[in-house]
């Protein structure tokens, strides 16, 4: 299952291409003595280890419902997205903390220009491959390909004010610039990481669907449900890219089961046409039921 999910493809080439870009900043530290391009070194440490968790996070989702969770999996993602944003401010403060030390005592560097190359090379990867799972997050609606994009987008900002500050302090030979941009960068990070937190824990507390979607959801009952009466209470909430619709359905109080039934299915299968994946609960009342605001029937 876990192969054949694209998602999980996604995420298993992050593991290989944050590898990949986590040895080319430690041989830019190595051949520099920065602890500048030490401290985005030990950033790539928790990409990796972030793009480890959405490898499990999206094999754990990929689940179908069984007994002990019969409406699925997906929550998986959303708590691999707050684990990647604890890291990732994790990570900040590990910056902040090795950029103070820096100040304190700032050194000139070891074939700086060598190592400002191998890790451009490393940020350039990166940068690619973040707006390719940030695509990709949109297409499969994953947090946790949403959050590892903005992960490697953080990592891009630290290394881009790393460069910048090296080149910087080589060019000036004020060696102080150094730590103090990539102090600098860290608070970025601080702010990026909370906000990836905030936004997965919304997911995590069943936030509703945007205005937009809840609009569409809407005119698709009232276009669908032909021979009904209204739909009220009409509530959804999103768990990874699936959403979960909910709402009552009046219909006249002469109809059969199967004809209210065959208006159910009409406009299940509407919504699960236009939402991709959805769940559709729909409770029938008879029109005594009725309520004003409601959703009216075209």
């Not at 996070?57 to 604890?86: F, M, N, R, T």
């Not at 973040?130 to 891009?156: M, T």
């Not at 046409?273 to 409770?283: D, Y």
């Amino acid at each position: 299952m876990l192969l054949t999910d694209d998602r999980a493809r996604l995420a298993l080439a992050s593991v290989a291409i944050g590898a990949v870009v986590l040895g080319l900043k430690f041989y830019a530290w190595w051949i520099t003595g920065s602890v500048a391009l030490l401290s985005d070194a030990l950033e790539s440490i928790v990409n990796v280890a972030a793009s480890l968790l959405a490898v499990v996070a999206l094999w754990i989702a990929a689940h179908p419902a069984d007994a002990q969770h019969p409406y699925g999996h997906h929550k998986a993602e959303y708590l691999s997205a707050v684990v990647e944003g604890v890291l990732i401010v994790i990570a900040a403060v590990i910056i902040l903390r090795e950029a103070a030390l820096a100040l304190m005592s700032p050194r000139v560097l070891d074939a700086p220009w060598t190592g400002l190359v191998v890790n451009g090379i490393a940020t350039t990867l990166n940068l690619v491959w973040a707006i390719v799972l940030l695509r990709a997050s949109q297409r499969y609606r994953s947090p946790a390909l949403r959050a590892d994009g903005w992960h490697l987008l953080a990592d891009v900002v630290t290394s881009v004010g790393v460069i910048g500050g090296l080149a910087a302090a080589v060019v000036t030979g004020w060696w102080w610039l150094d730590p103090v941009l990539a102090g600098i960068v860290a608070l970025n990070i601080l702010y990026l990481g909370w906000h990836l937190v905030q936004r997965s824990i919304q997911g995590l507390m069943d936030e509703a669907a945007d205005a937009e979607t809840l609009e569409r959801i809407r005119t698709l009952i009232a276009q669908t449900a032909t021979g009904a009466l209204e739909a009220h209470d009409v509530r959804t909430r999103h768990a990874g890219r699936v959403t979960f619709v909910e709402f009552h359905l009046v219909v006249p109080g002469e109809w059969t089961v199967a004809e209210a039934h065959a208006v159910c299915d009409r406009i299940e299968a509407a919504l699960k046409t236009e939402l991709e994946a959805a769940v559709v609960t729909i409770h029938v009342e008879p029109e005594a039921k009725a309520k004003s605001p409601g959703v009216p029937v075209l």
